[in-house]
């Protein structure tokens, strides 16, 4: 591999790790939405925005970028609701449990939105 190659292989692994600090950022984006789709679009320009402030991507790029977001996400959210909902089966372990870098009160929202009958259902389906 040439320089220039591995030059550009670092960056493209630079950015997947930046995306997927942002996606696990509650700040940007928080785990209560249902799916992209249901993120406003504002909230998609303002990740797009700070991206382009830490890396010079072109207007070509920005579905690559929000694909990258999104599965970042998406896996994050999995990654939430396996260990720290799923293991715990009473609210009292789910909150003595929640994860430092989400906001209790995002956490208890998100316990919320887990319990309701058409989310178990959904879930179920799912799995």
């Not at 995306?19 to 509650?26: E, H, K, P, Q, V």
């Not at 939405?33 to 790029?61: Q, S």
């Not at 690559?64 to 720290?84: F, I, Q, S, T």
């Not at 994860?99 to 989310?119: A, D, G, K, M, N």
């Amino acid at each position: 591999m040439d320089k220039l190659s591995g030059q550009l292989e670092k960056r493209v692994s630079d950015l997947s790790n930046f995306l997927g600090t942002i996606a696990r950022n509650s700040r940007f984006i928080t785990l209560l939405y249902t799916g992209c789709p249901a993120v406003p679009k504002d909230t998609k320009l303002r990740m797009w925005e700070y991206v382009n402030n830490k890396f010079i991507i072109p207007a070509e790029g920005e579905k690559w970028v929000m694909d990258g977001l999104r599965d970042a996400w998406r896996r994050h959210k999995r990654y939430v609701k396996e260990n720290n909902f799923d293991k715990y089966k009473t609210l009292e372990d789910r909150l003595k449990n929640c994860p430092s870098w989400i906001p209790e009160v995002q956490f208890r929202q998100l316990i919320e939105y887990q319990e309701l009958p058409t989310v178990k259902a959904m879930c179920s389906l799912n799995s």
